[in-house]
């Protein structure tokens, strides 16, 4: 099974609908973070948690909400999704410090139309 | 503002060639810098990391040249492989005020293809 886990892997949604995108993980790690991915543009920061009582947003968080519901569990909502939320997004974790590697998960296709 | 500038966007090397892949920084509490691989359907996965005291790191084919007082660093992918075919992705990271918030910011990818 993968460390970290990502529902679903692909979906496809209209303009103005709510949608959820889930992370769960094993790795035990207190820090997870959502990424958007776009071509061109890399990896950009969306929103990141360190604890269950600490959400943090990132560079790009307009339009979106998270939620840490558990050490494992860290969910990404689109309120009402726009088509410019069209976009690879990821979630990582990892261990607080200098030199930890984040790990990712699978990704999650989304599609906005 | 980018602050981690990568390029080229794509490239394309025959079996056996070396690949090269620069990166460039503005904030100078960077204080780490890894390269990440992602394989298409995957999550991006650490490839091989440098901190700022060492102006080069090695492990198997792969290289990080790091020039400190130029604000750059390179993946060098020595005997290119038709299995490295992938994107790849540098990034930093700083600490921030707090002590414990650190993020990381990442290059926009090159993909590279690897002809057999």
């Known amino acids: 099974d993968a460390d970290v886990t990502q529902t679903p892997r692909n979906r496809i949604t209209k303009t103005g609908k709510r949608i959820m995108l889930e992370c769960s993980q094993t790795?035990?790690?207190?820090?997870m973070y959502w990424y958007r991915q776009d071509p061109g543009l890399g990896l950009r920061l969306i929103y990141y948690s360190f604890d269950v009582k600490d959400i943090n947003k990132g560079e790009i968080s307009d339009g979106y909400s998270v939620s840490r519901q558990a050490q494992a569990k860290f969910s990404l909502s689109l309120e009402s999704a726009i088509p410019n939320q069209t976009a690879l997004y990821f979630c990582a974790t990892s261990d607080p410090g200098v030199g930890t590697e984040a790990f990712f998960g699978q990704g999650t296709r989304l599609t906005v139309v | 503002q980018q602050q981690v500038k990568q390029s080229p966007q794509s490239l394309i090397v025959q079996k056996g060639g070396i690949s090269i892949i620069n990166c460039a920084y503005e904030n100078t509490a960077f204080d780490y810098f890894p390269w990440y691989q992602q394989f298409p359907g995957k999550g991006p996965a650490l490839l091989i990391a440098?901190?700022?005291?060492?102006s080069e790191k090695k492990e198997g084919r792969f290289t990080i040249s790091f020039n400190k007082s130029a604000k750059q660093f390179s993946l060098h992918i020595m005997d290119s492989q038709p299995g490295d075919s992938a994107t790849y992705f540098c990034a930093a990271s700083n600490p921030y005020p707090s002590g414990s918030a650190r993020q990381l910011t990442f290059g926009s990818g090159t993909q590279l293809t690897v002809l057999p």
């Open positions: 790795k035990g790690h207190d820090r």
């Open positions: 440098i901190r700022p005291d060492v």
